[in-house]
């Protein structure tokens, strides 16, 4: 069975710039959530979509969005980007949301100059 | 607020030893915690839950206990290889919260 797949894998962009990253989940799963990864902050929560609903959404701000098609893949948009949204970004899929485990991508690693 | 605190510190071990790492939790009652492996320029791999009713949940070299009192749950390794060497995350994902994560490290 084939992971979670997240394109692409490193990004540079510059300030003020928008940017759209890419999950395809593992089949079957139907829920999905992102999450920004940073030295300090750790893994934070940014926001979950079951059947192309979002379920739960994390405390960032607007400039963050994103979205789940029928076939479950997601995408996930930053626009205006600051300095601050340098970080790795995670997908993880599962079947159900819960005590299901989380089976995560590699990652995108976004640098914004 | 609700948060997961784990030791930020890198725990260095001696191969051979029980590395033991730490997740505390604070104003809230987990149901449950999950415990993943991250390697550098990976995802998170999904490695054990316990639940709060579970006293201890063990596989293989591993085991993960949660202590309700203390509000905190403790992943050990026994018996630790330097394959072992990653961070190690505790993360409530019923709540979304995921701890900073504690490196580990594993020396011959």
């Known amino acids: 069975k084939a992971g979670v797949t997240q394109t692409p894998r490193y990004l540079i962009k510059t300030r003020g710039q928008q940017v759209t990253l890419s999950c395809s989940p593992i089949?079957?799963?139907?829920?999905v959530s992102w999450y920004q990864q940073t030295p300090g902050q750790g893994l934070q929560f940014l926001f979950e979509y079951f059947s192309e609903t979002q379920r739960n959404k994390g405390n960032f701000p607007g400039r963050f969005s994103g979205r789940q098609f029928s076939n479950s893949r997601s995408e996930m948009n930053v626009s205006t980007l600051e300095l601050g949204d340098s970080a790795l970004y995670l997908c993880?899929?599962?079947?159900?949301?819960?005590?299901?485990?989380?089976?995560f991508g590699n990652g995108t690693r976004l640098t914004v100059t | 607020s609700q948060k997961i605190e784990q030791n930020s510190e890198a725990l260095n071990i001696q191969e051979g030893k029980t590395a033991t790492l730490t997740c505390n939790y604070t104003n809230y009652s987990p149901a449950y915690l999950q415990w993943y492996r991250q390697d550098p320029g990976r995802g998170p791999v999904f490695l054990l839950l316990?639940?709060?009713?579970?006293k201890e949940k063990r596989k293989e070299r591993l085991k993960v206990t949660f202590d309700t009192t203390l509000k905190q749950s403790l992943f050990h390794i026994t018996a630790s290889q330097p394959a072992d060497s990653a961070t190690y995350l505790c993360?409530?994902?019923?709540?979304?919260?995921f701890g900073t994560g504690t490196r580990l490290q594993v020396f011959p």
């Open positions: 089949s079957g799963h139907r829920s």
């Open positions: 993880a899929s599962s079947f159900e949301s819960g005590e299901t485990p989380l089976h």
């Open positions: 316990i639940r709060e009713n579970e």
């Open positions: 993360a409530d994902t019923d709540k979304l919260i």
